[in-house]
Nanobody, 119 residues
Framework: EVQLVESGGGLVQAGGSLRLSCVASGFVFDDYSIGWFRQAPGKEREKVSCINLKDRSTYYAESVKGRFFISSDNAKNTLYLQMNSLKPEDTAVYYC????????????WGQGTLVIVSS
């Protein structure tokens, strides 16, 4: 059974930082790409970042480039998202999700972790 458990969200002031974690189980971690997605109230879910765990290539949405950094600890089956210089528009529920490659649609989702950035 695939399980994805996100943590690390919270309330932070604009300009602050948070690090999100996603602990994965139920699949061979290294064989996949894993992405961070977010969904703000009233908006569609969007891909924020993704990492191919085979070749370590990464993707970032334009809105977060230079501020967010994705990484993984494959020995711990854990994905991270370091979020710096946070803005109120980063407020959303953040999810991690594995997929065959960063361009494909995930089949499994975690429960999400809420990030609120106050101005």
């Amino acid at each position: 059974e695939v399980q994805l458990v996100e943590s690390g969200g919270g309330l932070v002031q604009a300009g602050g930082s948070l690090r999100l974690s996603c602990v994965a189980s139920g699949f061979v971690f290294d064989d996949y790409s894993i992405g961070w997605f977010r969904q703000a109230p009233g908006k569609e879910r969007e891909k924020v970042s993704c990492i191919n765990l085979k070749d370590r290539s990464t993707y970032y949405a334009e809105s977060v480039k230079g501020r967010f950094f994705i990484s993984s600890d494959n020995a711990k089956n854990t994905l991270y998202l370091q979020m710096n210089s946070l803005k109120p528009e980063d407020t959303a529920v953040y999810y991690c999700a594995p997929s065959a490659w960063c361009g494909s649609t995930p089949d499994y989702w975690g429960q999400g972790t809420l990030v609120i950035v106050s101005s």
